[in-house]
């Protein structure tokens, strides 16, 4: 199993980005992908998670109206489209798969993960 997170990059505040999440080694059918984040010298937060199986997605409060989790089964990858970007969002961000589903907010509880693509977003 491999994750492997891209669409990283410098932006300006106000800018967005898409960051890919794509697995290999099994299917997403069932599980949950969660988009966490870790900011210079704070905890890695959950910020997002899709069911793969009905579609439903949770935010955290500090994404909503600005992030939008998605995922394409058939390609096994999910997406994290981001506007509106705050200096705040400056982190690295991991995508990782829980099989029990999005009830579990914290990274290790998580299955599998990746290694993580930096965000920077400039003010």
């Known amino acids: 199993v491999q994750f492997v997170e891209s669409g990283g990059g410098l932006v300006q505040a106000g800018g967005s980005l898409r960051l890919s999440c794509a697995a290999s080694g099994f299917t997403f059918d069932g599980y949950a992908i969660s988009w966490f984040r870790q900011a210079p010298g704070k905890e890695r937060e959950r910020i997002s998670c899709i069911r793969s199986s009905d579609g439903s997605t949770t935010y955290t409060d500090s994404v909503k109206g600005r992030f939008t989790i998605s995922s394409d089964n058939a390609k096994n990858t999910v997406y994290l489209q981001m506007n509106s970007l705050k200096p705040e969002d400056t982190a690295v961000y991991y995508c990782?798969?829980?099989?029990?589903?999005?009830?579990?907010?914290?990274?290790?509880?998580?299955?599998?993960w990746g290694k993580g693509t930096l965000v920077t977003v400039s003010s």
């Open positions: 990782a798969l829980d099989i029990s589903g999005c009830y579990r907010r914290q990274f290790g509880a998580m299955n599998y």
